[in-house]
């Protein structure tokens, strides 16, 4: 979307584009900025928007009412609440047009980065004489002090900048604060000139691509993320997450393939250099992932879980869940002082111990159900417009990762494969900037998704469209189907030659072959507007060959 201090009313216009002819609730747009804005522009925001709404209906209801601080639960029926829906989105596009005052020149006050030996007071000092001076805004003042506090972490140094990004909820932070945090980089510079850890610990890094290149890979070894979580089950209610801490280092490595990993290294203290090797899995070899979860698995194998408890296993993270607090408690001590016993550290500062809530890879699963990491859809709502078949396919491994939460998914990303197939350079179009902000908008209104429950029928709905297999697995809680996901697959050459009921036939077989991964093979029910059985058995024979044909009765 861009910068809200630098560019409000580009942000406006793209965000006025991106929501659509559509009406949102109240929550919904209140989703969407919270992912796209900190809270200090959020409350900019608000402040201008209602602002311009009192001024322009000063005889007609108070902003108040049309951008109230709780949802108020309008409804799309009545007509008085779609009223007050439409409004509130003006009121939001028109207070981010207005967030930031208009000077003489305001982004000449923020247009000059810190140069690198200038000081950080000497920084916040020449931002504080530009704000006045070029947008006349008293820089003591709320707003004054919001656009400061942004543009000294955006405009620092680049040390500075990580380090002050890096604080936890620095948008928050006082200024003051954040002034002493950059003057600790500043002085201690030549200090921070090595690679940091999140944690301020240093990581020993070895470029290994050279030996990366001549390794033969071989075939992973490890558990598939898009399945892993049907073996939780959604009676779970509590959950621990474990992440081991330099968990390669654990292994150690051959003596004969330890000279590979010779290197050079130089104190910096007293400038000595001399030969070292790894003894241990180092951090950057291409196997060592694959190697350690086979390591870990075999390890777990002596580990026996208590009853009602589920441990699973992912590399080096481990995540155990059960119906009851105590005995998730109990369950993930006794495993804590197992990994110590086989001479394994846990992070400490990464470790969610007994929560309703947690955070595990890249899910949050709480209660039963499990959903995107506002984190991830935020940074991918962040991504400009692909210029380059490289960056297409960077953004489909983001969006192919939430493939789960979004209906229809290949549908919807086949413009960008389209791109990847044509020669030349990418040609990106208005036609193609609706089709991402489609995406974008299922992505930040993704569901919550059910976690399968595997003692019970699945029920499978298919249908095809423009040569697409689409469907969603759903399974019934209380009388609702309730989506467990949503699956797609693009039919091949072949099969969309062919009439729409043969189609469907081949939808059914593809999505039944992408449910099984999540039922494990588990009672299964295809729903579909034609007559799957009917045709397979009476028409089928015409246009499949046997081979296909026996593999398609096989999976119903």
């Known amino acids: 979307m861009g910068s809200l201090l630098e560019d409000p009313l580009g942000v406006a216009e793209r965000l006025d584009q991106f ?42 209801p108070l902003a108040d009412t049309k951008w109230p601080l709780q949802d108020p639960n309008w409804n799309h029926q009545q007509q008085d609440h779609r009223i007050n829906m ?30 690198k030996e200038e000081t950080p007071m000497d920084e916040l000092e020449r931002l504080r004489k ?49 002034l002493r945090e950059a003057q600790k980089v500043y002085v201690r510079r030549d200090e921070e000139s090595h690679k940091r850890q999140a944690d301020g610990s240093y990581r020993l890094v070895h470029d290994l691509r050279e030996i990366n290149k001549r390794t033969a890979a071989h075939f992973p070894v490890v558990a598939n993320p898009y399945t892993l979580l049907s073996r939780l089950g959604p009676e779970k209610q509590y959950y621990s997450v474990i992440d081991l801490k330099d968990a390669f280092w654990a292994c150690p490595l ?109 899910h949050y699963l709480r209660k039963g159900e499990k959903k995107i990491d506002p984190e991830r859809v935020k940074g991918i709502l962040s991504i400009p417009p692909p210029k380059s078949k490289k960056q297409i396919r960077q953004l489909l491994g983001l969006m192919g990762y939430c493939r789960q939460w979004i209906e229809n998914y290949s549908t919807k990303v086949k413009f960008l494969y389209e791109k990847l197939s044509q020669g030349g350079l990418v040609k990106w179009d208005e036609k193609d900037d ?41 399974q019934e809680w209380a009388g609702k189907k309730k989506p467990v996901g949503y699956l797609s697959k693009l039919l091949d050459p072949v099969s969309r030659g062919w009439p729409t009921c043969l189609q469907a036939l081949v939808a059914c077989a593809l999505l039944v072959e992408e449910a099984n991964k999540i039922t494990f ?6 729903l579909s507007p034609h007559n799957i059985r009917g045709i397979l058995q009476q028409k089928a024979e015409k246009w499949i060959t046997d081979a296909r044909l026996l593999s398609m009765r096989e999976s119903y």
């Open 434 to 474: 609706k089709h991402l902000k489609a995406l974008r908008h299922d992505l930040v209104n993704a569901p919550v998704l059910s976690l399968p429950d595997l003692k019970r029928p699945f029920y499978l709905f298919v249908n095809t469209d423009s040569g697409t297999a689409y469907g969603v697995l759903t």
């Open 521 to 526: 093979n588990g009672e299964l029910r295809v």
């Open 130 to 178: 530009n704000l006045q001076m070029y947008s006349g805004l008293d820089p003591e003042t709320p707003l004054g002090q919001a656009l400061l506090k942004t543009q000294f972490v955006a405009k620092s140094w680049e040390d500075i900048r990580k380090k002050l990004e890096k604080l936890d909820n620095w948008q928050d932070r006082d200024l003051d604060e954040l």
């Open 86 to 115: 439409q409004d509130l989105r003006g009121i939001i596009v028109q207070g981010i047009r207005e967030a930031v005052p208009r000077g003489q020149n305001i982004n000449k006050a923020f247009n000059e980065r810190q140069k």
């Open 254 to 362: 051959d003596e004969k393939s330890r000279d590979y990993f010779a290197f050079e290294w130089e104190d910096p203290v007293t400038h000595r250099r001399q030969q070292l090797r790894w003894t241990v899995l180092p951090q950057g070899f291409t196997e060592s992932p694959n190697l350690f979860g086979q390591a870990l698995e075999q390890i777990l194998q002596e580990y026996q879980t208590g009853e009602g408890v589920t441990l699973i296993q992912y590399v080096e993270d481990l995540l155990i869940a059960g119906e009851a607090e105590d005995k998730v408690r109990a369950e993930s001590i006794r495993l804590l002082n197992f990994l110590s016993a086989k001479g394994l550290k846990v992070s400490k500062a990464k470790l969610q111990f007994v929560e309703e809530e947690v955070k595990y890879l890249g």
């Open 19 to 60: 929501l659509g002819p559509s009406i949102y609730t109240w929550g919904e747009l209140q989703a969407i900025l919270n992912i796209l804005f900190t809270t200090e522009e959020r409350n900019m925001i608000r402040r201008a928007g209602m602002r311009i709404w009192d001024s322009q209906h000063a005889q007609g």
